[in-house]
């Protein structure tokens, strides 16, 4: 699976993504630890629960996870 997060850094409360595969389910782990749950629609993620800080999302599909990388201002 690929997924690509734009824009990023995000400052909205919403980041695209892009992916090969169909989304079931995206969580947020900060730094210290805290798993947060996010809602996605099509290619869209909620971000707007997020406090600024820096988070691995991983991103799960029905055959897959992936990690990437986001920065919330």
Do not use: C, Q, R, W
Not at 23 to 47: K, M
């Amino acid at each position: 699976m690929s997924a690509l997060l734009y824009p990023n850094p995000v400052n909205e409360e919403d980041v695209n993504v892009k992916s090969s595969e169909t989304i079931v389910a995206v969580e947020a782990v900060s730094i210290a630890g805290a798993v947060i749950s996010l809602e996605v629609s099509e290619n869209t993620i909620d971000v707007s629960v997020l406090e600024s800080g820096v988070y691995a999302l991983k991103i799960k599909t029905a055959s897959d996870v992936k990690v990437e990388k986001l920065v919330k201002e």
